[in-house]
C-alpha cells in the first residue's frame, strides 16, 4: 500500500488561489495514477484531477477544467493541485488518492484536507 499525506488546504475568499500537496510514500514504485477528489458536505465523492505516473497525461473535471491544473514531482513522490479562480461551489474535503491501476477502486486514499471558499 501506500500512504498519502495532504496540505494546502485553508479557508480563502472568492477568486482566490490555494495550492494542495500529497506526499506519498511506500509501496509508490508501483503506482499508475494519481489523481484528486472532493466531497461536500451531503454530496458525493467526486473525481476532480488525475495524472499518470508515466507519461504525465492529465485529466480533469470539467467543473474545474482551466482553473484547477495537477502536477507531479516524482522525485519526491508528490502530486500538486493548483488551484485558482476559487468558487464557493469548490468548498469541500480534498483527497488524494493513488491507484496501481484498474480504476479507484483500488486506490489508497489520504485523510482529506479541508478547502473552504467564502463568498
Known amino acids: 500500500h501506500v500512504q498519502l499525506v495532504e496540505s494546502g488546504g485553508g479557508l480563502v475568499q472568492a477568486g482566490a488561489s490555494l495550492r494542495l500537496s500529497c506526499a506519498a510514500s511506500?509501496?509508490?514504485?508501483?503506482?499508475?495514477?494519481m489523481g484528486w477528489f472532493r466531497q461536500a458536505p451531503g454530496k458525493e465523492r467526486e473525481f476532480v484531477a488525475a495524472?499518470?505516473?508515466?507519461?504525465?497525461?492529465?485529466y480533469d473535471a470539467v467543473s474545474v477544467k482551466g482553473r484547477f491544473t495537477i502536477s507531479r514531482d516524482n522525485a519526491k513522490n508528490t502530486v500538486y493541485l493548483q488551484m485558482n479562480s476559487l468558487k464557493p461551489e469548490d468548498t469541500a474535503v480534498y483527497y488524494c488518492?493513488?491507484?496501481?491501476?484498474?480504476?479507484?477502486?483500488?486506490?489508497?486514499w489520504g485523510q482529506g484536507t479541508q478547502v473552504t471558499v467564502s463568498s
Open positions: 488518492a493513488d491507484t496501481p491501476g484498474g480504476g479507484w477502486g483500488s486506490a489508497d
Open positions: 511506500g509501496r509508490t514504485f508501483s503506482r499508475d495514477a
Open positions: 495524472i499518470r505516473c508515466i507519461g504525465g497525461s492529465t
